[in-house]
Each structure stands twice: as C-alpha cells, then as structure tokens.
C-alpha cells in the first residue's frame, strides 16, 4: 500500500501523504548510510558521544529538517531536537526518535533508523500540521561506550542526568561535563533539556537485532515490554598450582568450576519461557597454559521481561555456582552490577501501533525487547512505545546489519496511520473538552 492517495482526516482536519513510501523508504536506507560515513575510524561505524563526527550528524540532519519548517536545536546534553510546529500554538508534542551513537564497528540502521523514518514522516505531510507538534529527537548517547554509562541523552529528558553521572570519565580522563562544554554547550543548562508542557507520547522505530520477525516472516512488530536486566559478577577461587605436577583429583581448578557452571547458565536460560542468561565475559588468573587456574571471574547477565522471573532465575544461578564450589572444594563470590526492571510500553500506544500495521496489510505481533532502548527510559515519565522492524540474519552492532527496503516503507505507512489516528483522537479530544 503506497502512502500516495492515502488520506487521513481527523475532523476537518486533513492531513495528506502525499509521497510513495518505496521511494521514501529508501531515502531513508541513504541517509542512514550517509550518516554511517559520518565516523570517528575511516572504514568502520564508530561514532560515540559527542565525537567530531557526531556534530557532522547534526549538521546533516539538520539539512534534512530546516526546509520542512521544524526548528532545530542542540539541547545541553548534546541531544538533536527539532521541533515541528502544531496547527495551534500550545499544541501537545509528540515524540519519534532513537540514538544517533553507535558502538565501535558497528552497523548504518542502529538508532539512525529511527531518526531518519522520523524526518521521513514529516517529510511526507507536504507542510499539513497536525493538531499536536512533532519532536524529531536525536539522542545523544545511548550505548554507553564512551563513559561505560549508557542513555546520557534520554536521561536529560526526563532530568536525571545527575552530577554523578555528569562526573564520570572516558578512557582519556574527559568527564562528560568536559566533554559537553568541548563541544560548544553549557553542562550547566542540562536541566532545561527536560521535557516539559504536555506530551502526546514517545514513538521509537528501531531494528529488531535478533532473528524472531524474519522466523516469522513479518516485517513489524509493536514492543509491549522492554526486559529488564540483572548483570553479576560471579567469582571462584581455587589453588594455583602447577599443571604437570598436580593430579586431577587433588586439584582446586576455579577455572573448571566456572566451566561446569556455565554449562548450567545455559540449561536454565533453555529450561525457562522467556528467560535469556548469558556468560560473555571470562577472566582466569594467572593465565598461563601450564598452570592451575586459582581463580576465574566470569559475567552473567539474566533477562525476562517478568521481574520476578528473572529474580529467580539469577537467584538461582548464584545457588548452582555455591553448590558447584562446594562439591569442588572452591570458594565463589557474587557481585550486582545491575539490576534493572522490566519496562512495560504504554497500553494504548501499542494498539495504537497493532491497528496501523493491520491497516497497512500486515499482521501485527507483539514483543518483548531483549536489548535495552531510550523507550525504556522516556517510559518513566511519557507514554511511550516501539515499533521493530525485521533484521535480515538478526545481524546486529555489526558492520553486517542491514534493513530491507520494503520493510521500512511499511514502517512509514504504519506510522503514517499512527499519527493519522493520534490527530483524530487529539481532536476528538478537543472538541469534546470544548
């Protein structure tokens, strides 16, 4: 269904598509690799907060932006917001972004994707206003490769960027303070970055990063819930010893304790509907190919969007690794790094999405998001949600990601129909108040 001829009205207020979504689908496939080509390391997508390459991803977008009448402007957090005005003054706002960071080598369509369907989908309204403003929102940080803490933009939005965080350093000794006054902004004018007057909502496009919709041979999905997290540090200790000289059963091998260990991880992320746990980290002391290990240190990380569920699951796993180092006469240590909750996507929103994507000839399905999202954090404060679109391979932070065409133009024709049905009920809404 091409987004020409397709015609919404809210009232009499009519706001016209007047463009193909193939042909602006794959505007937006270009300018996600023209920013890819904007990068701190020739021949990789590496573009981290506040870099060099990230003012050149303002500037162009910028370009995009300023000829369709929005406003545009870097917020004290470093931030790209433009504005594109309402039908009235005093207009309620609504809310379409994602990260414009990515990780080190990684992929043209992380967090980009969704900033540029966002200019897209304005882009389409030929000049039309709506009876709420549009904020194109560009986040940013979100992946928190810099500082080892992600979300700096969206936390600034909802005002919880907090000296701590506003303290912390990069590799270099930079704090993000030092960073966002290098950059030309003022760190102290990070509290008028917070979200004020009266918010529609959040709507983020974003790739799906796994293999689920491609399984299924859909294009979309809207996200009901974003899992929450839990990150642990388990450590075993043993005996060093030297490898030659020691039996096998007179050993103390931290190293094999954490091995059987991991074996078990992975049972249990199988043996539980929805639950993910995954050791991506192992650290092994003194690391040397003739000797004992006396102690290893691995990761865990647990996800399920059921709190609960996943409180279990990582209690659990801390119990196996106790009873593991018993057996194996080896002490083991746990540490929290993280815990973070699940994060429920705003009710109406999502249906709001789900009847879109059945306007658009395609069969909604509804998910769970395994990756953490700036949807997460505006949820705190705004009705927010997700749209996925499908990964081909489920290739992710990778130089191999891609997006298929015809999948993005059904992402501008569901939320062409989204902003269609937000004007109608807004209106409605007035009307009814009036």
Wanted: hydrophobic residues 40%; glycine residues 10%; contains cysteine.
């Amino acid at each position: 269904m091409a987004l020409s001829k397709r015609v919404f009205t809210a009232k009499n207020n009519v706001m016209a598509i007047c463009e193909d979504s193939t042909a602006l689908a794959k505007i937006v496939i270009d300018r996600c690799r023209k920013l890819a080509s904007l990068t701190e390391r020739p021949g990789t997508i590496t573009r981290t907060f506040l870099s060099a390459p990230m003012r050149q991803c303002h500037e162009e977008i910028s370009r995009w932006l300023e000829p369709l009448g929005a406003t545009v402007k870097i917020d004290a957090a470093g931030n790209l917001r433009a504005l594109y005005p309402a039908r009235e003054p005093d207009a309620p706002r609504l809310l379409i972004g994602s990260h414009l960071d990515t990780v080190p080598d990684g992929g043209a369509f992380d967090g980009a994707l969704g900033v540029a369907i966002g200019v897209a989908l304005i882009e389409a309204l030929r000049g039309e206003r709506l009876p709420f403003a549009v904020e194109i929102v560009g986040f940013s940080e979100e992946e928190g490769v810099r500082f080892g803490v992600p979300f700096i933009g969206s936390r600034a939005l909802i005002g919880t960027l907090d000296e701590a965080l506003v303290e912390c350093k990069d590799a270099n000794g930079v704090s993000v303070r030092a960073a966002i006054d290098g950059f030309g902004l003022n760190a102290s004018e990070i509290p008028a970055a917070k979200l004020e007057g009266d918010i529609v909502g959040y709507l983020e496009f974003h790739i799906e990063q796994g293999p689920v919709l491609e399984k299924l041979g859909l294009p979309l999905a809207s996200v009901e819930a974003i899992a929450g997290q839990s990150r642990l540090e388990i450590t075993f200790r043993g005996s060093t010893n030297h490898a030659g000289t020691t039996p096998m059963h007179l050993r103390r091998d931290a190293l094999a304790g954490a091995a059987e260990w991991i074996g078990v991880v992975e049972r249990e992320g199988r043996a539980t509907p929805g639950l993910v746990a995954t050791v991506g980290a192992i650290n092994a002391t003194p690391g040397a190919t003739n000797v004992i290990a006396g102690e290893a240190r691995v990761s865990l990380d647990v996800r399920h969007r059921d709190d609960a569920v996943r409180a279990r699951g990582a209690a659990s796993l801390v119990r196996e690794a106790e009873q593991i180092a018993s057996r194996r006469d080896l002490r083991v240590d746990h540490k929290t790094h993280l815990s973070q909750s699940a994060t429920p996507m705003d009710g109406f929103l999502v249906e709001q999405i789900d009847e879109a994507i059945r306007k658009t000839g395609s069969r909604p399905h509804r998910m769970t998001s395994g990756a953490g999202h700036d949807a997460m954090i505006l949820a705190q404060q705004v009705p927010a949600a997700m749209i996925f679109l499908r990964t081909p391979g489920g290739i992710s932070h990778s130089p191999e990601e891609s997006i298929l065409q015809q999948d993005v133009a059904k992402a501008l024709e569901t939320g062409a129909h989204v902003l269609g049905q937000l004007a109608s009920r807004t209106t409605q809404r007035r009307v009814e108040r009036a």
